[in-house]
C-alpha cells in the first residue's frame, strides 16, 4: 500500500486495484449524500463502471486515493499535472493564474463516510495532500473546481488556504442542469 501523506489520525492511500477499494468507490457513489455534490442523483455506478472508470483514470495518470481516518476508509481524492485544455477552463482565464512553466494540479476530494464529515477531517485529509503536492510533486498551484451550490466544501476550500480565481458558468452537466464551477487554487 503506497502513502501519499499522513498525520496521527488521516491517511490518504494510493487506491488499489482490487475489488476491497472498487467496492468502497462503488458504495460511496450510489450514497445520494455523496452524488448530490459529485456526479449528480441520475448517474447509475456499478461494480464495472467503477472497474472501467478506474482504468480510464490511470490511462490519464490521474492518481486515485482513499482517505482513511483512524484506520478505517473515509473518503476519496483524485489529482492530476493539468493545463487550461484538460481541465476544460478558458485558455485566458486559466493563464492569469497559472504562469508558462508552472506545475499545475488538480484535485478532486470528497467524504464518503457521511457521519464523519462536518469534523474536520475533510480539511485535515485537503491540507495532507495539498501539502504532499506542494513538496513532494513540486506542484506551483493547486486548483480545485466545486459547483458554486457545493457551500460545505467551498467553506473547506477556503479553511485549507484555496482562493476563489473565476467562475466558468455552465461547466458541468449534473442532473440535466449545467452547474457553473468556481475555479479556486493554492499556491506555493
Same mark, same amino acid.
Given at each position: 500500500?503506497?502513502?501519499?501523506?499522513?498525520?496521527?489520525?488521516?491517511?490518504?492511500?494510493?487506491?488499489?486495484?482490487?475489488?476491497?477499494?472498487?467496492? $468502497?468507490?462503488?458504495?460511496?457513489?450510489?450514497d445520494?449524500?455523496?452524488?448530490?455534490?459529485?456526479?449528480?442523483?441520475t448517474?447509475?455506478?456499478?461494480?464495472?463502471?467503477?472497474?472501467?472508470?478506474?482504468?480510464e483514470?490511470?490511462?490519464?495518470?490521474?492518481?486515485?486515493?482513499?482517505?482513511?481516518?483512524?484506520?478505517?476508509?473515509?473518503?476519496?481524492?483524485?489529482?492530476?499535472? $493539468?493545463?487550461?485544455?484538460?481541465?476544460?477552463v478558458?485558455?485566458?482565464?486559466?493563464?492569469?493564474? !497559472?504562469?508558462?512553466?508552472?506545475?499545475?494540479?488538480?484535485?478532486?476530494?470528497?467524504?464518503?463516510? !457521511?457521519?464523519?464529515?462536518?469534523?474536520?477531517?475533510g480539511?485535515?485529509? $485537503?491540507?495532507l495532500?495539498?501539502?504532499a503536492?506542494?513538496?513532494?510533486?513540486?506542484a506551483?498551484?493547486?486548483?480545485?473546481?466545486?459547483? !458554486?451550490?457545493?457551500?460545505r466544501?467551498?467553506?473547506?476550500?477556503?479553511?485549507?488556504?484555496?482562493?476563489?480565481?473565476?467562475v466558468?458558468?455552465?461547466?458541468? $452537466?449534473?442532473?440535466?442542469?449545467?452547474?457553473?464551477?468556481?475555479?479556486?487554487?493554492?499556491?506555493?
Amino acid at each position: 500500500m503506497e502513502i501519499i501523506a499522513a498525520d496521527s489520525s488521516v491517511t490518504i492511500r494510493k487506491m488499489e486495484p482490487a475489488e476491497r477499494d472498487f467496492r $468502497l468507490f462503488l458504495k460511496w457513489m450510489t450514497d445520494p449524500e455523496t452524488m448530490k455534490y459529485w456526479e449528480g442523483m441520475t448517474v447509475r455506478f456499478t461494480y464495472e463502471k467503477v472497474v472501467e472508470q478506474y482504468r480510464e483514470h490511470q490511462a490519464e495518470k490521474v492518481e486515485q486515493c482513499i482517505i482513511e481516518y483512524e484506520g478505517a476508509p473515509a473518503g476519496y481524492c483524485q489529482y492530476c499535472l $493539468l493545463n487550461a485544455a484538460y481541465f476544460e477552463v478558458p485558455a485566458e482565464e486559466y493563464t492569469k493564474f !497559472v504562469k508558462k512553466g508552472e506545475r499545475a494540479y488538480g484535485i478532486d476530494i470528497f467524504l464518503g463516510e !457521511v457521519r464523519l464529515r462536518n469534523r474536520g477531517i475533510g480539511t485535515r485529509a $485537503l491540507s495532507l495532500l495539498a501539502d504532499a503536492l506542494l513538496r513532494g510533486h513540486q506542484a506551483d498551484v493547486i486548483l480545485i473546481d466545486p459547483k !458554486v451550490h457545493n457551500a460545505r466544501a467551498i467553506r473547506c476550500y477556503h479553511k485549507c488556504g484555496f482562493a476563489d480565481y473565476f467562475v466558468v458558468p455552465h461547466r458541468e $452537466l449534473q442532473d440535466g442542469i449545467y452547474h457553473d464551477s468556481l475555479i479556486m487554487g493554492l499556491r506555493k
